[in-house]
């Protein structure tokens, strides 16, 4: 039993001296720490003592010196913002140079598209996707890297629009040259008259397409000379709103004989000869109308003045 209480107190008073000994090493070093904080902190106090020894030591100035001095100190800070000012306005101007160049580029690079679409590109029946691995074998291809495939193909799809566009403009220009053209003439009549026209080819290899755009040309045609013959109609003094009672009797045939004979005059009266039947309708029309409306009021007619 006395041997193990002397273990126990030496293993007790090694832990306490080991603790003991740990104690001491931290107090050192923050003591250390301690004095190296006031170390800096007195380094800091002579700094500013010197510091304020230089001012001290400066001259001291006279109203007029410190004035002076101000002056100066403002045309120093007035000349720096003048300075900031114009490197912004340069850094500005560069900015929209660069813009302008890149603009001119873009257009440049869009004429020289343009021109090689004009000398490949002649089949307003061309595909894009076709075309396209043709115009890459021209040198001028290199000449557009500045646009993406986007605007490529935009200018592609443009053009194609203005190839069809003239060549239907050329179309519609042949059918008005051609004597043997209607308003009730068909595709089939029409036909075998222009087939040898080279702007008869040219429009499309497909005849519905041909077709299609005479149906259109005749519907635009006799639109036009309906909307011709109401005005010739209306700018024909003779007939009033009194005409239709007139057709109505006894000397109504004769009448409508004499105003058709007069309406041919005008060769906005002649357009519908191949069809009497809507030109006849429309006269009817227009008659009708004028006698619902009335006599138009007289020229000196004005409102009655309001009462006070």
């Keep these: 039993a006395s041997d193990l209480s002397s273990g126990i107190n030496a293993e007790y008073f090694y832990e306490y001296t080991k603790l003991l000994g740990e104690e001491k090493k931290k107090k050192e070093k923050k003591e250390e720490k ?11 106090d002579r700094k500013e003592e010197k510091e304020v020894e230089k001012e001290d030591e400066k001259p001291k100035l006279s109203e007029g010196e410190k004035k002076a001095l101000e002056k100066r100190e ?6 720096k913002r003048r300075e900031g000012d114009v490197a912004r306005r340069q850094v500005d101007q560069s900015r929209e140079w660069e813009r302008e160049r890149g603009a001119h580029a873009q257009e440049e690079a869009k004429q020289h598209f343009t021109a090689l679409l004009h000398d490949m590109v002649r089949d307003p029946d061309a ?22 495939v986007e605007q490529k193909e935009k200018l592609f799809t443009q053009h194609i629009e203005s190839l069809s566009s003239k060549r239907k403009r050329a179309f519609v220009k042949m059918l008005d040259e051609c004597e043997h053209v209607t308003l009730t003439s068909t595709w089939k009549e029409v036909r075998r008259k222009i087939k040898h026209d080279s702007r008869f080819s040219k429009l499309s290899e497909d005849d519905k397409e041909r077709e299609a755009e005479y ?11 309906k909307a011709d013959f109401r005005t010739l109609l209306g700018e024909t003094k003779c007939i009033t709103y009194r005409s239709k009672e007139t057709l109505r009797g006894a000397a109504g045939d004769t009448h409508m004989r004499e105003l058709k004979q007069f309406l041919k005059n005008d060769k906005r009266g002649l357009v519908l000869d191949d069809l009497p039947e809507d030109r006849d309708r429309i006269l ?10 009335g006599p138009p009021p ?11």
């Design 298 to 308: 007289p020229p000196t007619a004005t409102k009655p003045l309001a009462k006070r």
């Design 74 to 79: 403002r045309e120093a800070a007035a000349m």
């Design 284 to 293: 009817e029309e227009f008659l009708t109308e004028l006698e619902k409306v």
């Design 127 to 148: 595909s894009w996707r076709k075309t396209r691995k043709q115009l890459k074998d021209d040198s001028r291809w290199e000449m557009t890297s500045l646009l993406d």
């Design 34 to 44: 301690e004095t190296e904080t006031e170390e800096v902190e007195k380094k800091d």
């Design 215 to 225: 149906d259109r040309y005749i519907t635009d045609k006799l639109a036009q000379a």
